[in-house]
């Protein structure tokens, strides 16, 4: 078999989410290869971390992000290695890879990932208790259509950890109000009534300050 029909070979295992299958057929590709193209290095990677074999797949994504940076796929490798980080809790390396690969995705055409990876490194600074660049990052995200309920809930959660409660009620209302007017397939439903609590506990509190 050719290069190409082992990689669609491997695609089609992937498809399937046979990833061990998936993985014996990219090795082969690899091994075929003089000098491996970065898009072999990202799919064996993804079948390992699939399946929990976290360092092996870092270490062909940082392949793969070095042969192939700077370029979307290879903003993506970073996000992956970012990824697996914060599935285990390492935040402070989740933040170092979401960071370069937020920065590698800013000038990769082509990309649709720049926005969740932007999402992520907000998360995992709000997890080591950076509130303030969590904002900071949250608000680069929050006009976008596809994340804003999201975000707009996180940064309510922000506001609320470091008292700025005027400002979470703010986004409180703002959710609701797009909440309302959105088409029904459009809304984060299962964050609606949480957020119409929290609204009504911040409208209690800052009338109590009056």
């Given amino acids: ?14 498809e399937r989410k046979d990833y061990r299958a998936a993985e014996d057929v990219f090795r082969r590709a690899l091994d075929a290869h003089p000098s491996p193209p970065a898009e072999i290095q990202f799919r064996l990677a993804f079948c390992l971390e699939m399946q929990g074999a976290y360092a092996d797949a870092e270490s062909l994504y940082l392949q793969a992000a070095a042969a192939d940076a700077p370029s979307a796929l290879g903003g993506d490798a970073l996000f992956r290695i970012a990824w697996m980080a914060q599935i285990v809790k390492d935040h402070p390396k989740a933040i170092t890879y979401f960071q370069k690969a937020s920065e590698v995705l800013q000038c990769a055409a082509g990309s649709g990932q720049l926005a969740e990876c932007l999402y992520r490194l907000a998360l995992s600074h709000e997890a080591v208790g950076r509130i303030i660049k969590a904002l900071a990052v949250y608000q680069r995200i929050e006009n976008d259509t596809l994340w804003f309920w999201e975000v707009c809930y996180r940064k ?12 979470a009620l703010a ?14 397939g459009k809304r984060a439903q299962e964050l609606y009534p949480g957020i119409k609590r929290m609204r009504q506990q911040l409208e209690q509190l800052l009338s109590g300050c009056d």
Avoid at 171 to 184: I, Q
């Fill in 1 to 14: 078999m050719s290069t190409q029909e082992l990689v669609d070979a491997g695609c089609a295992y992937l």
């Fill in 156 to 167: 309510i959660n922000c506001f609320d950890k470091i008292g700025r409660y005027g400002e």
């Fill in 171 to 184: 986004c409180c209302l703002e959710y609701e109000a797009r909440y309302v007017s959105a088409p029904a």
